[in-house]
Every structure is written in structure tokens, then in C-alpha cells.
């Protein structure tokens, strides 16, 4: 077992700093890319407030259960099931977490790729080298996928292999507010071009009949997803908490940065599309909307040529690093959980973990450069069905094994007045009853 000490793991620097980092791992792919996408093609505004219902009846009390599970064993995931229990089956819920990290970040850091290198399409788009710019935009370009994803890659293990406060706090408390400011700007512009409100009234004019359970789990998987929840992630990063942070206030500005963020995308890229529609791009595939790779891949970068010249120009990159930056975010959390499982577990040292296990994982990534097909079978494993399953156990576990009572008591750091408060007693609930049978619900009629 591990030998390691709290102070030789790290530890964040700041209160704030630990949320932009915890929101950095929430807010990516997941919110400018899928959540958008799933809004237009799943039911606009319906989709929108099931979403947030999830988001904050189901997501908010497992990140609370998994800061709380952090912080009080110090550990990674499977560290933190045997530390808080002697139950031999709970360590194997955090490996599943380990495994579902490393998985997930085989196929994200390929997306992740791609959208790094529209930027550049769209630059060379501008010079008139349309050669490289359609290398660009070929998605299934194998060695084009490798190439980048493993630029992708490297730059998540050096910004990992610089710690906690010096690598990840200092990487993401620059990157976070750069990623807001971008896509505010962006929303400005679009929201001014003709055709926007369109897109406004499909974004929040809600269609109740358009609710079924198709849309409830998938809303309720994106909730997850979004928020880096049932793998741990929130287990590990809660590891390097200080004791005197509030753990239910921190999870919830984390929860609403990542909502904002995702909200605010879809503000920026529905009505986009409806700009693209009137100035006369196919948003529509027949009389469905155009799937969530072609929007963001496809309409896009079509919408960005056709306004053209400099304003395209630099709208298109901007756009596209901002995906980028909100990837890498992302993809520098998932590294983080195997990499601190190695680093506990096995006693190695943070830079040597970092390179191994990254580039085991880059070996996947690889894999899935060339057959791009994989990905939609890997998310449908280990982020539909691994995430929630992942965040079930630890209700379970939470509920049953370490008991409510304790994880409350180890909120009073930083929270010493909780147990007179409503949320100690109407958590407790969620954990037990609310988010569990949900999240069993949600799987069963979907997987049966
Ligand atoms: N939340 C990120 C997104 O929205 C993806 C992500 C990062 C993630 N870390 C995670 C998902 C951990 C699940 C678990 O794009």
C-alpha cells in the first residue's frame, strides 16, 4: 500500500484555483460539443430542462459524495474504497473508474484532435492552401487522427507531470477565464447576425411533448458526463483538498460553472446553425437536424468560410482553440485519476507515471486514429453505461458502507455548521433514495 504522504501528493494552492481546475474537468467536449448538439437534435428547450433537473437533482449530490470520499482518504479511487472500508468489492469499483478514465480519454483526446486542428484548417483555408486545410477536415484521415491526438497527448502529460498546484491549478486558472471570455465575445457577434433568433427561440422555447425516456437518459448521461462524474475523477481531485474548503459550496460552483458554460454554448452554437441556414448552408439532413460531428465539424466551419476574409478567419480559429483549450482541461482530469491510482498504489514517482501511463493510453488513442468507428462503441461502454453505473455504486457505497453520518462529518471542515442546516438532512435522501433508483431506472430501461 501507498507511502506516500498528503504533502508529497500535492495539494491545491487556493479555494479558487481547486474550482477552476474541477470545473475545467467539467467544462469540455461534453458542454460545447455534445451538450449543444444534443439540445438541437434531442428536443431544444425540453432537452434543456432535463438536463439541468439531472444536473442538479442527480449530478450535484454524487459530486458532493465523491468530494466528500476524496478529501476524507487522500486517495485515488481504488485507494479510497479501501481506505474508507475493509469491503473487498468497492476497490473494484474504483479500477472500473480507472479503466472508464482511460478509455474515455483514448477517444476524447482523438475528438479533442480534430477540433485543434480546424484551428489550423481554418488558417489554411484563409491562405488558399486547400490541400492541407481538406487534410484537415478529414476526420478519418488515420495518420492525420494519430498525429495530432499524440501532440494532444503530450501536452497533457507535461502540464500532469508539473503536480498538482504548479501544473494542473497554473495550467487551468489560465485557461478558464480565457475559454469564458472567448466564447462571451463569440455569442456577441453571433447573436447580432441575421437569423440568430431563430436558433434563440428553438434554444429556449420548450416543447414538453418531445419528453420520453429516450431523452431523460440521454440527458441524464450527458449530466454525468458533463460534470466528470462516476469515475472518480472528483474522488481524486477532492483527494487534494484542503480541509478547510466547504465541500457542498465547492461542488455547487463547480455545478454551476459547468452548467453555465454548457448553457452558454448552446446560446453561441444553436443560433449559429440558424445563421449558417439563412445564409444558406444544409443545416437539415432531411427533415432531421444535421448529427453532432457534421454541426460542429461541418456547419461550422462552412458557416466560418462563408462570412470569409479576416472576420471568418479569426472567429474560426478562436472557436476552435476554445475547443481545444476546453478539451485539454478536460483530458488533463482524466490522466490525472490513472495516473494518481499509479502513483498511490504502486509507489512510482509523478513523472514517471505520467509518461507511462499517458502514452499507454496514447497507444489507444492510436487505435482509434485509425478506426474512428470505435468511438461510438467505447462511449456507449464506458460513458453511457460506465459513468452512471460508476456513479450508482458509489451512492451504494456512500449509503451502506462509510454511512451518510460519516461523509457529513468529514463536511464539517470547512463546513462547521452543516448539521444544522437543511442540506444534511435532505442529502442524506438523494444518496439513499433519489439518485440511486434514478440512475437504476435510467440503465434498466435502456439496457433491457
Ligand atoms: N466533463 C468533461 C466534458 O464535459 C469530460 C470529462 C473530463 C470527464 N473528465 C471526466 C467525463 C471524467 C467523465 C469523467 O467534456
Known sequence: MAG???????????????????????????????????????????????????????????????????????????????????????????????????????????????????????????????????????????????????AFMFGTIKIITGGISDGIERATKFMMPLLIGIIVIMIGYVLTQPGASEGVREYLLPDFSKINADLIFSAMGQAFFSLSLGMGALITYGSYLNKKENIPQAAAFVTLADVGIAFLAGLLIIPAMYVAKNAGIEIFVGDQLASSTDLVFQILPALFHTIGGAVGLILGVVFFLLLSIAALTSTISLLEVPVSFVIDEFEVKRKKAAWSVGLGVLAISIVVSFYPALIGHFDNIFNNLGLPIGGLLTCIFVAFVWKTDSAITEMEFGFAGIRQTLFSKVWPVFIYVVCPLAILYNIVTNFL
Open 4 to 150: 506516500t504522504s498528503t504533502s508529497e501528493r500535492g495539494a491545491w494552492n487556493s479555494k479558487l484555483g481547486f474550482i477552476l481546475a474541477a470545473a475545467g474537468s467539467a467544462v469540455g467536449l461534453g458542454n460545447i460539443w455534445g451538450f449543444p448538439t444534443k439540445v438541437a437534435t434531442e428536443g431544444g428547450a425540453a432537452y434543456l430542462i432535463v438536463y439541468l433537473i439531472c444536473t442538479f437533482l442527480i449530478g450535484f449530490p454524487v459530486m458532493v459524495a465523491e468530494l466528500a470520499i476524496g478529501r476524507k482518504s487522500g486517495k485515488n479511487p481504488v485507494g479510497a474504497f479501501k481506505a474508507l472500508s475493509s469491503n473487498k468489492f468497492f476497490p473494484l469499483v474504483g479500477l472500473w473508474g480507472v479503466i472508464c478514465g482511460v478509455m474515455i480519454l483514448s477517444f476524447y483526446t482523438v475528438i479533442a484532435g480534430w477540433a485543434f486542428g480546424f484551428a489550423f484548417e481554418e488558417i489554411f483555408y484563409y491562405l488558399g492552401w486547400q490541400e492541407a486545410a481538406d487534410l484537415l477536415t478529414d476526420t478519418g484521415n488515420g495518420w492525420k487522427n494519430a498525429i495530432i491526438a499524440s
